[in-house]
């Protein structure tokens, strides 16, 4: 089971989010706007974030750029969820951190699958670096 933080100002999304993230075995977090979101981060360390673009208070790219910056304390899964699906705000979006860019609307399955994906990666990479080294 993973912890999962998602930042959305839309109140139906987020209890979309957390029906099929609790169906699929996640712990969820849930924030309406950016300065929330990252307080919650903070305070909770999330395994995974979803990020809305359009937040109140700071917008999706400053928590994003804030949650990056938290990457060098903690492994964290970073995924926009939103409805601006420019391919400019897909590239900016992973340019500046993100793992993953789905737009809405979206499947609550495929949101899922991506979360879970970067989360074996996770869970991978936490292993490996447990792991002794090979001796010569």
């Not at 993230?21 to 849930?30: I, K, N, S, T, W």
Request: aromatic share 2%; with cysteine.
């Amino acid at each position: 089971m993973a912890r999962v933080l998602v930042i959305d100002d839309e109140q139906d999304i987020l209890v979309l989010c957390r029906l099929n993230l609790q169906r699929a075995g996640h712990e969820v977090l849930e924030a309406l706007d950016g300065r929330r979101g990252i307080e919650l981060a903070r305070e909770h360390r999330p395994d995974a974030v979803v990020i809305d673009l359009m937040l109140p208070t700071i917008d999706g790219y400053d928590v994003l750029a804030a949650l990056v910056r938290e990457r060098e304390a903690y492994d964290v899964a970073l995924v926009v969820l939103t409805a601006k699906a420019r391919e400019e705000d897909r590239l900016r979006s992973l340019a500046n951190g993100a793992d993953e860019f789905v737009t809405k609307p979206f499947s609550p399955d495929h949101l899922v699958g991506v979360l879970e994906r970067l989360l074996s990666r996770r869970a991978e990479r936490t292993v490996a670096s447990a792991e002794p080294s090979p001796q010569p």
